[in-house]
C-alpha cells in the first residue's frame, strides 16, 4: 500500500485497525523491558543515589514532548500546504496525547529537581520554556474544542502551532544559551554520550518503548477523531434532511 493511500480515512482505519493490537505487544513489552532494567537493574548514582532513576521516566517524556509539537508542525504543514485530509485530524489527535508526556515531563522533573537543587521548581530557561509548551497544547485543545467546525479550527489550529513552533528550539537550546540549573545535553552530544552504559542503554530502551506508545496513543485518538466527524456528518445530513423524506 502506497503512503498516499493513507490519505483516504477508510484505508487508515482499516490499516490501523489491524496495527494496533501488535503495536500494544511491542510497546509493552520494549516498555517493560526498560522500565525493569531502569528501576531495577540499572545501579544508583553515587552522587544522586536512587533518585537518578526519576531519569527513566523523565527524559523519555520530556523528548516525547517536543516530539509530539513536532509532529503537530509537520501536520500543520500537510494542512496548510498540502491539504492532506489526515493532516488537521493528526494534529488535533496529537495534541492531548502531548500535553499529557509535557505534564508528565514537569512532574517527574519537580520531584527530581527537590533533592537535586533544593527545590520544586525554578524559573529557568529550560523549566519555563517547557511549561509555555505545556500551556500551549492546552491552548490549542481549548481552541479547536471552541469552533465547531472541524476544517475552520484545523486551519486556524496550524497557523497556531507553527507561530508557537518557535519555542522548540528554545527548549533545546537553552542549556547552551542560558545558564540553567539544568545541564548540558548528556546522550546525543559530539563526543559521545557521558552517561554510563549501565544507565544509557535502560534510558534508550525506556525512550524507544515511551515512543512506541506515544504513537499507539496517538494513532488510536486519530481514529477516535475520524469517527466523531463521521457521526458530524450523519448529524448535520440528518439535521438538513426535511421530516418524511428518505436520505
Known amino acids: 500500500m502506497a503512503i498516499i493511500d493513507l490519505?483516504?480515512?477508510?484505508?487508515?482505519?482499516?490499516?490501523?485497525?489491524?496495527?494496533?493490537?501488535?503495536?500494544?505487544?511491542?510497546?509493552?513489552?520494549?516498555?517493560?523491558?526498560?522500565?525493569?532494567?531502569?528501576?531495577?537493574?540499572?545501579p544508583a548514582d553515587y552522587q544522586q543515589g536512587e533518585t537518578v532513576k526519576i531519569m527513566f521516566i523523565h527524559v523519555p517524556a520530556a523528548w516525547l514532548a517536543m516530539f509530539g509539537y513536532g509532529m503537530m508542525a509537520a501536520s500543520a504543514l500537510g494542512t496548510l500546504i498540502w491539504r492532506h485530509p489526515l493532516a488537521d485530524v493528526a494534529a488535533k489527535a496529537t495534541a492531548p496525547v502531548g500535553a499529557a508526556f509535557t505534564l508528565m515531563a514537569l512532574i517527574t522533573g519537580s520531584l527530581w529537581g527537590k533533592p537535586m537543587w533544593g527545590t520544586w521548581w525554578e524559573w529557568d530557561a529550560r523549566m519555563t520554556s517547557v511549561l509555555i509548551l505545556f500551556l500551549m497544547y492546552l491552548g490549542l485543545i481549548a481552541l479547536w474544542n471552541a469552533i465547531e467546525d472541524p476544517i475552520k479550527g484545523g486551519r486556524v489550529g496550524a497557523v497556531l502551532i507553527l507561530v508557537?513552533?518557535?519555542?522548540l528550539p528554545i527548549i533545546k537550546f537553552s542549556v547552551d544559551w542560558w545558564n540553567t540549573l539544568h545541564q548540558p545535553a548528556s546522550v546525543f552530544r559530539m563526543g559521545g554520550s557521558t552517561i554510563d552504559a549501565s544507565m544509557l542503554y535502560p534510558l534508550l530502551i525506556c525512550a524507544i518503548g515511551a515512543t512506541l506508545l506515544f504513537l499507539t496513543l496517538s494513532l488510536m485518538a486519530m481514529r477516535n477523531e475520524i469517527l466523531r466527524r463521521r457521526i458530524r456528518a450523519l448529524r448535520l445530513v440528518a439535521a438538513a434532511t426535511p421530516v418524511g423524506v428518505s436520505a
Not at 8 to 27: A, E, I, Q, S, Y
Not at 164 to 167: I, L, Q
Open 164 to 167: 508557537g513552533s518557535v519555542n
Open 7 to 42: 490519505a483516504n480515512p477508510t484505508r487508515f482505519m482499516t490499516l490501523t485497525d489491524r496495527l494496533l493490537p501488535w503495536l500494544w505487544g511491542v510497546t509493552l513489552l520494549v516498555l517493560g523491558c526498560g522500565l525493569y532494567l531502569g528501576l531495577f537493574v540499572a
